[in-house]
């Protein structure tokens, strides 16, 4: 919740990143980071972020990619490789600066109660 009103607060017209918990994606859980959350213990916090650069639209024109694992998830063809991280070079700053600042960690437990209840309003509402 953090990172999503920090970033909705500093470009408030990116107009193509959806922010939101990975269930409301994904349905299916027991992957790598569901288990190193779980088995976090240390103070901060590990949060797994996914940033999706694949598309249908580039299996349309490029069919054979399906044989190849990273496929599906990423572009083939380089100038789309390119493409992407050129448009998402603004996220990948923000993190980066998100992370150096340590904002999430800087989050005190009463903060942590108030941003859960806050997430749980907004996208409980979405869902």
């Known amino acids: 919740m953090v990172l999503m009103q920090l970033f909705e607060s500093g470009y408030p017209?990116?107009?193509?990143?959806?922010l939101a918990p990975q269930s409301h994606?994904?349905?299916?859980?027991?992957d790598i980071w569901d288990y190193l959350v779980a088995t976090n213990s240390s103070e901060n916090p590990f949060i797994p972020l996914?940033?999706?650069?694949g598309s249908w639209a580039w299996v349309r024109k490029n069919p054979r990619q399906l044989f190849n694992f990273s496929g599906y998830f990423n572009p083939q063809q380089s100038h789309r490789h390119q493409r992407i991280l050129r448009r998402h070079v603004v996220l990948m700053q923000f993190l980066i600066?998100?992370?150096?600042?340590?904002?999430?960690?800087?989050?005190?437990?009463a903060q942590l109660i108030e941003l859960t209840g806050q997430a749980n309003r907004f996208w409980r509402k979405k869902a």
């Open 50 to 53: 996914t940033l999706e650069m």
């Open 13 to 18: 017209h990116h107009g193509h990143y959806r």
């Open 97 to 109: 600066d998100a992370a150096y600042a340590q904002i999430i960690e800087q989050t005190t437990p």
């Open 25 to 30: 994606f994904y349905r299916t859980h027991g």
